[in-house]
Antibody
Framework: EVQLVESGGGLVKAGGSLRLSCAAS????????MAWVRQAPGKRPEWVSS????????FYGDSVRGRFIFSRDNAKNSMYLDMNNLRAEDTAVYYC??????????WGQGTLVTVSS | EIVLTQSPGTLSLSPGEGATLSCRAS???????LAWYQQKPGQAPRLLIY???SRATGIPDRFSGSGSGTDFTLTIRRLEPEDFAVYYC????????????FGQGTKLEIK
């Protein structure tokens, strides 16, 4: 069974930093592209960032490019999102997601990030 | 950037009835990259339909997807109590870099 477990969310002040982690199990992590998707309260989901199976290519949404860094450690079946210079509008539930052909095939339970201004 | 517009915003129906949800794109979308998700309160979205008409693993056959070009439809036959949720359509595109976008959602509520 595919399992994706996020951690690291919490309350942070505007301008601060936070690191999210995702532990994957139940599939061969190193063969899948992965993504972070966030969802602000009452809003639609929003793609944040995605990376290829090896981590050689990483892409970012316009709203986070230059502030967030997505990395993965295939040896540890884990991925990370380093979030810097956080803004109030970054407040959301952040999901770790397994990608397949452009779809969000499997989702974690999410971790809440709250940025106070 | 492709904008997805879903209608209606809210759909009020009774269990046993059928539901038709619409997703319209601002530009032509490849059917290969159009998906539908279901989200219940406090839960992550769940993939229902991919490639416009293929059901994801474990999804009951009362859920079906159709459409092409700019107009796509999610149909739910004989609504069950657990089907009342928010539904999103999503498309994937790539030019220089990947782009994923969601519609604003349709809330399916019990009448």
């Amino acid at each position: 069974e595919v399992q994706l477990v996020e951690s690291g969310g919490g309350l942070v002040k505007a301008g601060g930093s936070l690191r999210l982690s995702c532990a994957a199990s139940g599939f061969i992590f190193s063969t899948y592209s992965m993504a972070w998707v966030r969802q602000a309260p009452g809003k639609r989901p929003e793609w944040v960032s995605s990376t290829t199976d090896s981590g050689s290519y990483t892409f970012y949404g316009d709203s986070v490019r230059g502030r967030f860094i997505f990395s993965r450690d295939n040896a540890k079946n884990s991925m990370y999102l380093d979030m810097n210079n956080l803004r109030a509008e970054d407040t959301a539930v952040y999901y770790c997601v397994r990608l397949l052909n452009g779809y969000y095939e499997n989702w974690g339970q999410g971790t809440l990030v709250t940025v106070s201004s | 950037e492709i904008v997805l517009t879903q209608s209606p915003g809210t759909l009020s129906l009774s269990p046993g009835e059928g539901a038709t949800l619409s997703c319209r794109a601002s530009q032509t979308v490849s059917s290969k990259y159009l998906a539908w998700y279901q989200q219940k309160p406090g839960q992550a979205p769940r993939l229902l339909i991919y490639a416009a008409s293929s059901r994801a693993t474990g999804i009951p056959d009362r859920f079906s997807g159709s459409g092409s070009g700019t107009d796509f439809t999610l149909t739910i036959r004989r609504l069950e109590p657990e089907d009342f949720a928010v539904y999103y359509c999503q498309q994937f595109g790539s030019s220089n870099s990947p782009r994923y976008s969601f519609g604003q959602g349709t809330k399916l509520e019990i009448k």
